[in-house]
T-cell receptor
Framework: KNEVEQSPQNLTAQEGEFITINCSYSVGISALHWLQQHPGGGIVSLFMLSSGKKKHGRLIATINIQEKHSSLHITASHPRDSAVYICAVPRMDSNYQLIWGAGTKLIIKP | NAGVTQTPKFQVLKTGQSMTLQCAQDMNHEYMSWYRQDPGMGLRLIHYSVGAGITDQGEVPNGYNVSRSTTEDFPLRLLSAAPSQTSVYFC????????????FGAGTRLSVL
């Protein structure tokens, strides 16, 4: 069983819809990362959070440490949000290695 | 600010050839890492470094060498390329560990024939 599980694997939605992507992890963590990989391949860090909630534009990330769960929300989705969204957490035994989720492929249709 | 710069963007090698993938960052980051990403799969850590002169193996180190002589540069060497090393390679850096925000290079697409 992967230590980081993302759901759904694939998500197709219409422009304007509210999007939620989930990430569950099985180990205690000091931080959780959300990243975006564009269709062209580039990877961009969206959030790093260790508690509560962070917001950047139309993106919101939340984390519940007790439940070992994080969500990434996109409000008023747009076709340019189409990408793979990945969560990752540092290994318990090493702050220098990340455990990566498999990613959620999001397609927003106009 | 250039961030993390990887060269080349594309490379085709023949089996048995060697080459070096370059990675440089201008953010004075201590932590740098190399990943490979195979089609439909997630990122896998090859090697990482926590500062000049300090490197360590990741999940899939075989067939790759690294060194870190300066804070800025972290080259990845393929000693004798194999078709199994066909992949997209990403270099990343952060302030001091995997806990902090990761900055990625644009990637190098490598094909080994």
């Amino acid at each position: 069983k992967n230590e980081v599980e993302q759901s759904p694997q694939n998500l197709t939605a219409q422009e304007g819809e509210f999007i939620t992507i989930n990430c569950s992890y099985s180990v205690g963590i000091s931080a959780l990362h959300w990243l975006q990989q564009h269709p062209g391949g580039g990877i961009v860090s969206l959030f790093m959070l260790s508690s509560g909630k962070k917001k950047h534009g139309r993106l919101i990330a939340t984390i519940n440490i007790q439940e070992k769960h994080s969500s990434l929300h996109i409000t008023a989705s747009h076709p340019r949000d189409s990408a793979v969204y990945i969560c990752a957490v540092p290994r318990m035994d090493s702050n220098y290695q990340l455990i990566w989720g498999a990613g959620t492929k999001l397609i927003i249709k106009p | 600010n250039a961030g993390v710069t990887q060269t080349p963007k594309f490379q085709v090698l023949k089996t048995g050839q060697s080459m070096t993938l370059q990675c440089a960052q201008d953010m004075n980051h201590e932590y740098m890492s190399w990943y490979r990403q195979d089609p439909g799969m997630g990122l896998r850590l090859i090697h990482y470094s926590v500062g000049a002169g300090i490197t360590d193996q990741g999940e899939v180190p075989n067939g790759y060498n690294v060194s870190r002589s300066t804070t800025e540069d972290f080259p990845l060497r393929l000693l004798s390329a194999a078709p199994s090393q066909t992949s997209v390679y990403f270099c990343a850096s952060s302030r001091d560990s995997a806990i902090n925000i990761q900055y990625f290079g644009a990637g190098t697409r490598l094909s080994v024939l």
